[in-house]
């Protein structure tokens, strides 16, 4: 059973007086535990598709059913509530609290569950951990490199334990080294927690560490690939 699964998407936005097609007939399945790059120029529809398969937006025709269940038409409370338990977020911004400490910024998906207070840091610090980062706890985002700040964005998204983690240019305001060694971080949490990853580039190399790359052109897939490993 795919995890993600749309049939025939669209996404039409009206400018002026014209419709303007994101996407057209998008039909696409992604299984549990992949990790699949999306690319494509800029205006292909690739933010497009990702928003409405991480539920922040809704398509304008077709259907999308994730991990079985069909998401069009829900409330945006709906959305809210499985955006929190089933997909957690990385942006190339980082998008951290500024005033908050690294635990607290991880701690905030749990805070939206209700979780108790002593869980939420428990949990929050073993993500944290995991991704490197022992002992900058309550370092704040002015205090940490960018990567660091992005290992903390992907604490946050993974500490709800969500299935699906969607990166959309997680690398795009780090240097290279640092890149690569976020990239790798990714494939790790793949192979070894199967956290199944969408991401979102238009760098070749970046695409070239996951496991599949669909490609998109003025809002239709123009290829789907398996990754070629050397």
Avoid: W
Avoid at 119 to 141: C, D, F, N, T, Y
Avoid at 201 to 221: C, L, M, N, Q
Wanted: glycine residues 8%; aromatic residues 4%.
């Amino acid at each position: 059973m795919a995890l993600i699964e749309t049939h025939k998407l669209s996404k039409t936005y009206d400018v002026g007086d014209e419709g303007v097609h994101a996407l057209e007939n998008v039909s696409v399945k992604i299984e549990k535990g992949e990790f699949v790059a999306i690319m494509g120029p800029s205006g292909s529809g690739k933010s497009t598709f990702m928003n409405i398969i991480g539920c922040l937006d809704q398509p304008t025709a077709g259907e999308y059913l994730l991990d079985d269940r069909k998401i069009g038409g829900l409330s945006r409370d709906e959305l809210a509530v499985i955006r929190n338990q089933k997909i957690g977020f990385v942006f190339q911004g980082f998008n951290l609290l500024s005033r908050t400490s690294a635990l607290e910024n991880v701690e905030l998906p749990l805070l939206y569950n209700h979780v108790p207070a002593k869980e939420r840091k428990l949990k929050s610090i073993a993500a944290l951990k995991m991704l490197g980062l022992e002992g900058r706890e309550q370092h704040h985002p002015n205090q940490l490199s960018g990567g660091q700040q992005q290992r903390v964005a992907i604490a946050r998204a993974l500490v709800n334990q969500a299935p699906v983690l969607m990166a959309d240019e997680p690398t795009g305001n780090l240097d290279t080294k640092t890149s690569v060694e976020i990239m790798e971080l990714l494939v790790q949490l793949n192979r070894n927690s199967g956290t199944t990853i969408i991401l979102v580039t238009h760098e070749p190399d970046i695409a070239a560490f996951s496991k599949r790359i669909i490609r998109f052109v003025d809002g239709h897939v123009v290829s789907d690939e398996k990754v070629k490993k050397s």
